[in-house]
Nanobody
Framework: VQVVESGGGLVQPGGSLRLSCAAS????????MSWYRQAPGKERERVGF????????NYADSVKGRFTISRDNAKNTVYLQMTGLKPEDTAVYSCNVPLRGLWGQGTQVTVSS
């Protein structure tokens, strides 16, 4: 039972990046999936979450209009599409399965010129 993030990296301000979170070992399509981030010296922040069928998504105000969460239940994967990236988006991004208390190891996103 695990979730594994990928897709992080270094991107210039204004750029885009897509993160993936691949799940295994549980019935992915039955669970809400969340994305979180934590910047150095700051508290962890929930970026957003998506319902099991992908019909409802909620976002933090800090990313609304720039980030999009989606999921592909056939691939057991949830995505975080990030556009208009800012230096303050620099953080370790992790996916989470709230009802299972399951966390990935995280992937680093650095926004810098």
């Amino acid at each position: 039972v695990q979730v594994v993030e990928s897709g992080g990296g270094l991107v210039q301000p204004g750029g885009s990046l897509r993160l993936s979170c691949a799940a295994s070992g549980f019935t992915f399509s039955s669970y809400v999936m969340s994305w979180y981030r934590q910047a150095p010296g700051k508290e962890r922040e929930r970026v957003g979450f998506i319902n099991p069928v992908g019909s409802s998504v909620n976002y933090a105000d800090s990313v609304k209009g720039r980030f999009t969460i989606s999921r592909d239940n056939a691939k057991n994967t949830v995505y975080l599409q990030m556009t208009g990236l800012k230096p303050e988006d620099t953080a370790v991004y992790s996916c989470n399965v709230p009802l299972r208390g399951l966390w990935g190891q995280g992937t680093q996103v650095t926004v810098s010129s």
